[in-house]
């Protein structure tokens, strides 16, 4: 009996697995046609180049980073948007120290730090930062009081705000349940004149535990020439504070090799990491407040659907992950929720749903599966492989084939695992690098998403049942449905 259950649970799980590599296969073979990286750059210059037509050369401006390669007219204000929650000093010094690092002027950024004022005053903070500031870098605060009430003031400037404008420009957000800083925080960059963000001024989201890639600004500006939104892909930066960051990030770098090949959409926008400009942000939220239908779609789909496409940046922006199995399960809790809030939300369609979540939900069925699968391939494999018990354990060339495509199926991507963790991640030298990938290996990596299943699963369970739907970190922006008729992208 014991022997026909893990035969029907093997034969069950490797066709299972057999669909989801089949659609994993064809979403790794398609070819980027959006891709923003130092190829985009030169087109960018050489177009700049012969605009000018023999004008005197602009001078390169010096910084503490790389010269910057874009021109002088190319170059636009930067603001970069950081919530600051919890105690994450130390974190927020090595993502200020990242941007001044930056080959993009440091003179051209602008950072708004997004804090509580019940987590700590004006002063607190300004004397944090003070120290931390790197020479040439603006900073800003903005205190954020309530989901979508942002007031802000300049480092040590208790001024104020117009709070009914942030509360009519940030509304769109509350029907996410994004976090109060989050949300403010967008709601502020849309404040153009409060915050005196100018409309062709650019906006980024990073967290306050991010590394950014020396040239990412640089490339993610030339890349807005070409598109109207710039996302970059992500990974784990902690590597070496444990085996759950460690696998993490190998797991999170090949899931940006499954981010829209195509700018056209629809496609979504991850809750850090993209570039735009203000404008466009400004004309989604002016959208929804025209066409409050009652429900909610993404900022990505929003956008793809007013007809702004989307450039995928070919760097890795690296974020914290955390050590501890509890904290790190319910953020992976949480991201599983949202993804499925996602997926149910009204004003979606089938082929949206294909086009925008297919990898992620492949990933997440391929780790449920796992957690019987791989036991069941074990007990199969282990009789077969040692001779014992072979006539019972007796496999038809069928399933054999079955299984040997699921293998290498599997070998494949972990090839595309490895390209894409080594690409993502700045080793200190050869050795390390060999450490990790000895340490996140096709077997760990098994193993892994075995891990992942449970809070995958209990995401599941809350979005049946209506549990928890307050997201422990940022989400994706969303704004209401609407016809396909809008413009506003590129001509």
């Known amino acids: 009996m014991v022997l026909e259950?893990?035969?029907?649970?093997?034969?069950?799980?490797?066709?299972?697995?057999?669909?989801?590599?089949?659609?994993?296969?064809?979403?790794?073979?398609?070819?980027p046609m959006n891709r923003v990286d130092e190829r985009?750059?030169?087109?960018?210059?050489?177009?700049?180049?012969?605009?000018?037509?023999?004008?005197?050369?602009?001078?390169?401006?010096?910084?503490?980073?790389?010269?910057?390669?874009?021109?002088?007219?190319?170059?636009?204000?930067?603001?970069?948007?950081?919530?600051?929650?919890?105690?994450?000093?130390?974190?927020?010094?090595?993502?200020?120290a990242s941007l001044a690092a930056q080959s993009y002027p440091a003179s051209s950024l602008t950072v708004h730090v997004v804090y509580e004022p019940?987590?700590?005053?004006?002063?607190?903070?300004?004397?944090?930062?003070?120290?931390?500031?790197?020479?040439?870098?603006?900073?800003?605060?903005?205190?954020?009081?309530?989901?979508?009430?942002a007031v802000g003031a300049m480092a040590g400037d208790d001024s104020s705000r117009d709070e009914r404008d942030g509360q009519d420009r940030g509304s769109w957000l509350a029907p996410t349940g994004v976090p109060p800083a989050t949300a403010a925080m967008l709601a502020a960059a849309y404040e153009d004149d409060g915050r005196g963000v100018a409309g062709d001024d650019l906006v980024t989201v990073i967290d306050a535990d991010t590394w950014l890639p020396v040239d990412a600004l640089e490339l993610a500006v030339a890349g807005l020439e070409e598109y109207d939104i710039v996302q970059a892909k992500r990974s784990v930066r902690n590597v070496d504070f444990g085996i759950l960051p460690l696998l993490e990030s190998t797991a999170a770098a090949v899931r940006s090799d499954l981010l829209p090949t195509s700018s056209s959409g629809p496609y979504a926008i991850q809750e850090t990491g993209y570039v735009t400009e203000a404008r466009v942000l400004e004309d989604v939220a002016r959208w929804h407040r025209e066409r409050d239908e009652g429900g909610a779609l993404p900022l990505g789909l929003a956008a793809s659907r007013r007809g702004y496409d989307l450039g995928v940046l070919d760097r890795f922006v690296l974020e914290g992950c955390p050590p501890g199995l509890?904290?790190?399960?319910?953020?992976?809790?949480?991201?599983?929720?949202?993804?499925?809030?996602?997926?149910?939300?009204?004003?979606?369609?089938?082929?949206?749903?294909?086009?925008?979540?297919?990898?992620?939900?492949?990933?997440?069925s391929i780790a449920l599966v796992s957690v019987v699968g791989v036991p069941a391939a074990a007990l199969v494999a282990w009789p077969t492989l040692t001779g014992s018990g072979a006539e019972s354990w007796s496999v038809p060339l069928s399933l054999q084939l079955l299984v040997g495509f699921n293998v290498v199926l599997w070998g494949y991507y972990s090839v595309r695992a490895y390209r894409a963790a080594w690409?993502?991640?700045?080793?200190r030298n050869r050795l390390h690098r060999l450490a990790y990938s000895l340490l996140s290996n096709p077997f760990t990596q098994a193993l892994y998403a075995m891990a992942s299943a449970a809070p995958i699963a209990l995401a599941a369970v809350d979005l049946a049942t209506g549990g928890d739907s307050s997201p422990t970190e940022p989400t994706e922006p969303t704004a209401s449905p609407e016809s396909t008729d809008g413009s506003g992208g590129r001509g």
């Open 423 to 427: 690409r993502a991640y700045p080793f």
């Open 40 to 96: 985009t750059l030169g087109t960018v210059l050489e177009r700049a180049e012969k605009r000018r037509d023999g004008e005197t050369r602009t001078e390169i401006e010096r910084g503490p980073g790389p010269d910057c390669r874009l021109p002088a007219d190319l170059r636009r204000r930067v603001h970069v948007f950081v919530p600051l929650v919890g105690e994450q000093w130390d974190a927020l010094e090595s993502t200020l």
């Open 326 to 364: 509890e904290a790190w399960f319910e953020r992976k809790r949480s991201s599983s929720r949202e993804l499925y809030r996602r997926v149910a939300a009204h004003g979606w369609t089938a082929i949206d749903d294909v086009r925008c979540w297919s990898g992620r939900l492949l990933l997440q």
């Open 118 to 149: 019940r987590d700590r005053t004006a002063l607190e903070l300004e004397g944090a930062i003070e120290p931390r500031r790197p020479p040439g870098l603006e900073i800003e605060t903005v205190a954020v009081d309530g989901e979508t009430n």
């Open 5 to 31: 259950v893990v035969l029907v649970a093997f034969v069950a799980t490797q066709l299972c697995y057999f669909v989801a590599n089949c659609g994993l296969l064809a979403l790794f073979l398609r070819r």
